[in-house]
């Protein structure tokens, strides 16, 4: 072969090479292209780390470590829901439910949880929480086997003490570079979150917790972790409970001890035209002493009249309670009507005493002598619409000691936070709306 002719076919050979070269680098190209816009297109959330760098990829100056279709849910347990969530919480106490969490997992790859942030606040809004961190030393988070967190386990995140002042007061931070707990894709993990313990309410002093302070749990948006594969997440979403604090539990309201209530039918009670005994009412005390100053109950009648005249004994000593206001209508046949009863003196009740509190309504026009022609149907009865507390007796009987009017009764009940005697002008009395359980059963007395 002559020198032009290996002179032309290597010339041709470097011409198909550098097609080919060209070629490749359009189908690379337009591949990385379409690798973007498919990438732009999915709906879930992608995460990016940061490399330090700027640039024009989609990341926004974020090289993508790999583009992630997962994400974690926290969802407040019994969101909204004042009656199996919001209640009193006893202080000196350790291991207190505050609020119940469902961790939930979307997407390809299990969630490991690294960091996390808790708060307590006093308002379940402001980030600052020193006015509350007399009262919550420490939290826990255990991870619990259902919704109901009646079982549960530790995670590693238990006693985390509570930042008592500064700028990060009311706050924990905890991480760990494995891991606390992992949420495997698509499933829920339920936990809950604890005060791990609480300061006590040393009576007629702030020293330490204060009676009647409102606590609100939390999981923090900042300073939240989670590896996903080979990537790391920042942030998670909520349904439910989220504020600028993140996830907030119910209400809580730190009180020294409140009254626990259990009611039965007066044994051998029969309605006549007289006082017939309609309900006899347990009180005891949880935490510490009680007062009790006034009740209520609904009463509902057939074949006779309730009058608004009623007594009360206690049945405990077997004496008769002073009552100085009885706040009610006559009640006819067919009707019922609500019976507040106001005591002259605060009953005082201390723990593992309790007393027991026999109702006795004034009936008569009973109708016939036919057993079970007449009824009284009788249940505890509130009805207040929010919680009220640390105000004097004087608050909830109004100027003219009568409920202003009627409109607004209330039980009146105090924690005894301010003094062990009941004084009625002082601060420490409150209503019945957070009290649990408070017993929705119904007792009947017939002729």
């Not at 026009?365 to 004097?392: C, F, H, M, W, Y």
């Amino acid at each position: 072969m002559n020198k032009k002719k290996l002179l032309l076919l290597v010339s041709i050979f470097a011409l198909v090479l550098v097609v080919t070269a060209i070629n490749i680098g359009a189908a690379q190209y337009l591949a990385i292209q379409e690798g973007w816009k498919n990438a732009n297109a999915y709906a879930a959330p992608r995460y990016y780390i940061d490399d330090g760098g700027g640039g024009n990829d989609p990341g926004g100056g974020k090289e993508p470590g790999k583009t992630v279709n997962a994400t974690l849910t926290i969802t407040r347990i019994g969101a909204g829901s004042m009656d199996t969530d919001s209640t009193h919480v006893i202080a000196g106490r350790s291991n207190v439910a505050l609020t119940r969490l469902e961790f939930r997992g979307s997407g390809n790859n299990d969630i490991i949880v690294k960091k996390i942030q808790f708060g307590i606040s006093a308002d379940g809004r402001a980030a600052t929480a020193e006015g509350v961190s007399d009262e919550v030393l420490s939290v826990s988070l255990k991870r619990c086997t259902d919704a109901s967190c009646v079982s549960k386990t530790s995670v590693g995140l238990d006693y985390l003490p509570i930042e008592p002042t500064g700028i990060a007061a009311g706050t924990v931070r905890a991480s760990t570079s494995t891991g606390f707990f992992a949420i495997p894709k698509g499933e829920s993990r339920y936990f809950t979150l604890e005060a791990a313990v609480l300061s006590p309410v040393l009576v007629g002093s702030s020293a330490q917790a204060d009676s009647g302070t409102d606590l609100y749990a939390s999981v923090a948006l900042s300073n939240f972790e989670a590896a996903v594969g080979s990537s790391i997440i920042t942030r998670f979403t909520t349904s439910t409970g989220g504020t600028s604090l993140g996830v907030v539990g119910t209400r809580k309201v730190l009180l020294k001890a409140q009254p626990t209530l259990s009611i039965a039918k007066p044994a051998g009670a029969v309605v006549t035209n007289g006082l017939t005994p309609v309900i006899d009412i347990t009180v005891g005390a949880d935490g510490g002493a009680a007062a009790l100053k006034a009740l209520g109950l609904n009463i509902g009648a057939t074949g006779a009249t309730v009058f608004a005249s009623t007594t009360v004994t206690d049945l405990t000593s077997n004496t008769p309670v002073a009552v100085s206001m009885v706040s009610g209508n006559t009640i006819p046949s067919g009707g019922s009507g609500d019976v507040y009863i106001v005591f002259a003196n605060p009953e005082i009740i201390t723990p593992g005493s309790p007393k027991t509190y026999r109702v006795n309504a004034t009936t008569g026009n009973v109708s016939s002598s036919t057993p079970g022609s007449a009824r009284i149907i009788t249940k505890l009865d509130r009805d207040e619409t929010a919680i009220i507390n640390s105000q004097t007796v004087s608050y909830f009987l109004g100027p003219n000691g009568d409920y202003y009017g009627g409109n607004t009764r209330a039980w009146i009940w105090s924690d005894l936070s301010d003094d062990q005697a009941g004084i009625e002008t002082n601060t420490d009395w409150a209503n019945a709306y957070l009290i649990r359980p408070f017993p929705q059963d119904t007792v009947t007395v017939t002729n």
